[in-house]
């Protein structure tokens, strides 16, 4: 007797087939869609369809989807938004100025994308002003600083696992730093005094800057911006400590009552105080590192906070505090003299950016709604609903709002406290009167989806993603087969 263990019916005759005959062999699928993915995350894509729109928020729409955002420090017809001058007297721009009243006259912003391309964008007219093509992957974070002449210098992290220094007039690629081993994703620059000399011997000072790089590959490295290098003697890296990859680093300045001379101090910026680096890892904690050059010492690290119970997406921290997002479904404020967490901010999905804007913390996630909460009571004021995907960024300006959101689209929303307590104004607001929102992406377009799954799997070594970061990145991979949303 034939040995069979399955059957097929067809036009009510059964078909036995031979076990022989039977492809037990991995069904493998190459449609990015079935990546990783759950009901719930297919619920969820399924619902996002119904939530397309492009009023909302006054809605300037790019063509890829949009992993990080800055603003820029030139406005759009290249006035500067903030001091240039080299004078270690004056405040080192960290953020550029802006009218308060007219927050986006003038003002740009750079995207990073996931059609491998970086964007310099107009917010107050929602034109792209310039394109930076040249890396192979995702581009996953954006930087931006002045130099010690007062020019513009943008600074890009993707997936390609390099970092790359642009001229933002000329959109020249000034150096490519290579040095991690996968996706990179974090950046931030610092400004520092330091000694230069003139053509005829004598010496001055003038602010330069620095700049740290984190990883999924779990290090940071410090750059030195004057000659596109890691520093010596340890204090370029690799800074390890966290078990799994970086997702976000910060600087701050606290007080040090310590008579020291170190290299941290950098007195004239920081009157004083001293400098640490915060590394927010998806291995749950948050890392303080003493940033110290000199003497053969590199990143130390003083002190591990592990108040939340898994990835760590987001951190603004100050003197006082921090602020964290994560994928524990929480925002949460720790005190740092106390290192206690006195606030936690409870949401329904994963929370993947936040902002302090005075009296409010603003939060997004991969719920597409953006919430507004009283840093005094912890209680939510207002949820604001436009966005259709991931909100990936969070910026204030004064009273307004800027998100960006992985629905490739930024969107302004108003943090006057009349707007918070009345009706949504987003609800009834028009878009952008040359707003490009509907107007043809396609020369633009920069898909290279084939090039993406070949850098996620480049390496053979062991993931050191998370279950959940897995099931981003492949919706992330398929962000790009769609074309325009």
């Not at 964007?119 to 929602?126: A, D, Q, S, V």
């Not at 996953?140 to 600083?145: E, K, P």
């Not at 009296?359 to 597409?368: A, F």
């Not at 897995?470 to 790009?480: I, N, T």
Request: glycine share 8%; proline share 3%; with cysteine.
């Amino acid at each position: 007797m034939e040995n069979t263990n399955n059957a097929t019916k067809a036009g009510g005759i059964v078909h036995q087939i031979p076990v022989e005959q039977i492809d037990f062999s991995p069904n493998i699928s190459s449609d990015a869609e079935n990546f990783f993915q759950t009901d719930a995350d297919i619920a969820r894509m399924a619902a996002r369809q119904g939530m397309v729109n492009y009023d909302k928020g006054q809605a300037i729409k790019v063509s890829s989807k949009i992993l990080d955002m800055c603003l820029g420090l030139k406005g759009s017809k290249g006035s500067t938004l903030a001091s240039t001058s080299d004078s270690v007297d004056d405040t080192v721009p960290e953020k550029p100025i802006i009218n308060e009243d007219k927050a986006l006259v003038g003002a740009t912003a750079f995207l990073a994308e996931s059609g491998h391309v970086a964007r310099k964008i107009n917010l107050e007219t929602g034109k792209s002003i310039k394109l930076f093509y040249g890396h192979t992957g995702p581009v996953t974070r954006v930087a931006v600083y002045l130099n010690h002449l007062g020019q513009e210098r943008l600074i890009t992290g993707s997936w390609d696992k390099n970092i790359k220094v642009w001229d933002t007039e000329t959109k020249e690629c000034l150096a490519t730093l290579k040095g991690h081993t996968d996706f990179v994703k974090a950046l931030v620059v610092r400004a520092v005094v330091g000694e230069v000399s003139d053509a005829d011997g004598t010496s001055r000072r003038q602010v330069k800057h620095e700049l740290f790089s984190a990883s999924a590959d779990g290090t940071i490295l410090h750059w030195d911006l004057e000659t596109y290098q890691p520093f010596q003697g340890g204090a370029g890296g690799p800074w390890k400590g966290h078990v799994r990859g970086i997702n976000d680093l910060c600087l701050t300045v606290e007080e040090d009552n310590e008579e020291t001379n170190d290299a941290n101090k950098n007195s004239d910026i920081n009157n004083g105080g001293k400098e640490y680096l915060y590394s927010a890892g998806s291995d749950s904690t948050i890392r303080k590192w003493d940033i110290t050059r000199g003497q053969g010492r590199g990143g130390h690290c003083v002190h591990v906070f592990q108040h939340h119970a898994t990835t760590v997406y987001k951190i603004i921290v100050d003197a006082m505090e921090i602020w964290s997002a994560s994928a524990d479904k929480t925002a949460q404020r720790l005190d740092l003299e106390t290192k206690k967490v006195d606030t936690k901010l409870e949401h329904p999905d994963f929370v993947k950016s936040i902002a302090v804007a005075g009296p409010y913390v603003i939060t997004g996630g991969r719920q597409e709604t953006v919430r507004v909460w009283s840093v005094a009571t912890g209680k939510l004021i207002k949820e604001i609903k436009g966005h259709f995907d991931e909100v990936s960024s969070i910026i204030a300006i004064g009273t307004t709002l800027l998100t960006a959101s992985l629905d490739a689209t930024i969107r302004r929303w108003s943090l006057k406290e009349k707007d918070l307590i009345a009706p949504a104004p987003e609800d009834i607001a028009k878009p952008l009167s040359n707003n490009p929102a509907h107007t043809s992406m396609a020369k633009e377009s920069t898909s290279n989806s084939s090039t993406t799954q070949t850098s996620s799997k480049e390496d053979s070594k062991p993931s050191m993603m998370t279950e959940e970061e897995e099931r981003e990145l492949a919706e992330l991979m398929d962000s790009d087969d769609d074309g325009d949303i």
